[in-house]
């Protein structure tokens, strides 16, 4: 106990404290250094969610009831699709950061660098997708098609696919 209350990642005069995670920042932006130091991924990646498990107090917990594990803190996750090794990781805060910006800081260390990334619909948006292009990677993903943004063509096409089918796009 003596030890736990004693040990300390920062100062706690000199940090921002607007990021809830301030007091293990340093620690987290290490690990994931070292990590991406010491490992380098195969050419396809993934971008998902991960949850932590979590049964105690906090702001930053969520409840995802169709998840396995349904409370917890919520983690974006840039992992290495065949092995699923996590090259890095935003934790969800509460706050309204764009989906943009979370997935722009989880890339930007493998842009322009052969990367191809796959991606569920949640994050699957046109915007997203050319911005991942623009960023010198292929994408992989599927898009609704209630989805915003979508051209009538490829509303119409999709409206009149049959259970299972579907179209492929390439840009």
């Known amino acids: 106990m003596q030890i736990r209350s004693s040990l ?12 809830f995670l301030y007091k293990v920042r340093d620690l987290v932006n290490y690990f994931i250094t070292v ?12 971008i998902d969610e991960s949850m932590i498990r979590f049964n105690g107090r906090s702001n930053f917990k969520v409840y995802m009831p169709l998840k396995p594990i ?7 996750v840039l992992a290495e699709a065949s092995t699923g090794f996590v090259l890095s990781w935003e934790l969800h805060d509460g706050r309204n950061t764009s989906l943009l910006n979370i997935l722009d800081s989880l890339t930007s260390a493998f842009a322009n660098q052969g990367y191809r990334i ?18 010198g990677f292929e ?13 009538q063509e490829i509303k119409d096409k999709s409206q009149k696919l ?8 390439c840009s």
């Open 118 to 135: 796959s991606m569920g619909g949640f994050y699957t948006t046109l915007t997203i997708v050319e911005h991942l292009t623009n960023n």
């Open 35 to 46: 990590s991406r130091s010491l490992y380098i991924p195969e050419q396809m990646l993934t």
């Open 70 to 76: 349904k409370y917890g803190f919520k983690a974006y």
């Open 8 to 19: 300390h990642f920062v100062d706690e005069k000199d940090c921002n404290k607007e990021d």
């Open 139 to 151: 994408v992989l993903g599927t898009i609704t098609s209630n989805r915003a943004k979508l051209s």
């Open 162 to 169: 049959k259970k299972g089918e579907s179209n492929f796009y």
